[in-house]
């Protein structure tokens, strides 16, 4: 059996500019499960297809048959690179191919368990250098002394200098209490750090009650778990009696569309969640789906320039629909979906096959969602141990002024 997936996230796959996702505990490979046959994806090449790829058998022949070094080619690699080099050609940074040791890996990371150092990384769009963002509390890169801002160099003494994102990542993880020696820039400095990987598992909520009854859920990514744990944490909040509920998006880079519209629904009763755009004319509607968990109490969403595809699926129907206030900077603009579909010889490719609008309309693909309030931030500032969160302190500022004038949400 073979399997598409819907896809709906801002990922480091194939995309070589600023962008953070985490790496080392939860790839995000996300989507709506179908079960899929061979029979409608063909293996076969279409009749009128042969005539082009004529010179392609031909490359393919010469270079097994005269090349220099064609002993040390196999049939494999050369295959893997044409699958590449036709996705290439599309000039969608979104779409792409995963070999078959790096398609199983990122499938894994669907129960949001994996094995690895536990680290946030983003690529460095002037350099295409990847660095840390942050480390995750208790993970082995912490106990390591791994620091947001270090630069990849080396991983197990190979230079890893022109390597993509997902190929760092492939190299960085592997099996549980296996070591894994990493050679990291620190301003002029180099380090060297042996780190023994671990199985982490990362809640993709996060919750506390904040003073004068107000409850606040961070939810980190859009994962198969997502909505039951957000469910689990307005339980522990005791939501009826909260006055009001801040929703932090910031940094989320997305995950499975179906995720997305239980989200939202969870705090839109009725109307819709987005609209789905395939071109030609064909357009889906997804409504909220009766998740509403019973409450109209106020409510801020906190979004940042890492807010990307299904976080912005989720702020855009609860602006759209007048359900929260938006506070924040602009998003990251991902307005488009993408599947995975695996391969016959265990590998996938990412293929975007649609647009994604808001309700209203809107495209926000190079845009992003635009906040009702705008505050900036330097989350860099909050990482190296500045507690200020003026994003925060304004949403409660502003829940604690809807509850003094007993206002509804706009």
Do not use: C
Not at 171 to 194: A, H, I, Q, W, Y
Not at 271 to 294: H, K, M, S, V, W
Not at 318 to 326: F, P, V, Y
């Amino acid at each position: 059996m073979k399997f598409v997936y819907r896809l709906l996230e801002h990922s480091p796959m194939f995309r070589n500019s600023l962008i953070i996702v985490v790496v080392f505990v939860a790839g995000f490979a996300f989507g709506n499960f179908q079960g899929i046959s061979y029979a409608q994806s063909s293996t076969s090449a279409p009749r009128d297809a042969e005539p082009f790829f004529e010179p392609f058998w031909q490359v393919y022949n010469l270079i097994r048959s005269d090349y220099l070094d064609r002993s040390e080619v196999t049939p494999e690699t050369l295959v893997d690179g044409a699958i590449r080099g036709m996705l290439d050609s599309l000039g969608d940074q979104f779409s792409g191919y995963m070999d078959p040791e790096t398609f199983p890996m990122m499938n894994n990371d669907l129960s949001g368990e994996v094995e690895g150092i536990g680290a946030v990384v983003e690529t460095v769009e002037e350099t295409e250098e990847v660095r840390i963002v942050n480390v995750l509390e208790g993970s082995p890169a912490e106990a390591a002394g791994i620091q947001g801002g270090d630069i990849f160099v080396a991983v197990d003494g190979e230079d890893i200098t022109g390597l993509s994102q997902l190929d760092l990542v492939s190299k960085v993880r592997g099996p549980e209490g296996t070591t894994v020696n990493l050679t990291m820039r620190r301003g002029d400095e180099l380090l060297e750090f042996s780190i023994v990987r671990a199985r982490i598992t990362v809640p993709a909520v996060e919750y506390e009650r904040l003073e004068d009854d107000l409850g606040y859920i961070k939810l980190r990514d859009f994962s198969v778990n997502a909505y039951e744990q957000l469910n689990e944490a307005l339980e522990a909040l005791d939501v009826e009696s909260l006055d009001g509920l801040v929703l932090d998006l910031r940094g989320n880079p997305g995950g499975l569309l179906s995720s997305a519209i239980d989200v939202a629904s969870t705090f839109i009763k009725e109307g819709n969640i987005l609209i789905e755009d395939f071109g030609g004319g064909r357009e889906q509607e997804f409504t909220a789906n009766g998740r509403y968990f019973g409450s109209s109490l106020p409510m801020v969403v906190l979004v940042d320039d890492n807010s990307a595809s299904a976080s912005e699926i989720v702020a855009g129907a609860l602006q759209d629909n007048g359900r929260a206030t938006i506070i924040g900077v602009t998003t990251f603009g991902k307005g488009t979906v993408q599947t995975w579909q695996e391969l016959v010889n265990g590998g996938g490719i990412r293929l975007t096959i649609a647009r994604w609008l808001t309700p209203n309309g809107s495209w926000i693909h190079d845009q992003g969602i635009t906040p009702d309030i705008i505050v900036e931030w330097d989350g860099e500032a909050h990482t190296a141990g500045d507690d200020v969160d003026p994003q925060l302190l304004r949403a409660v500022e502003l829940l604690r002024s809807r509850v003094l004038e007993g206002m509804p949400n706009p």
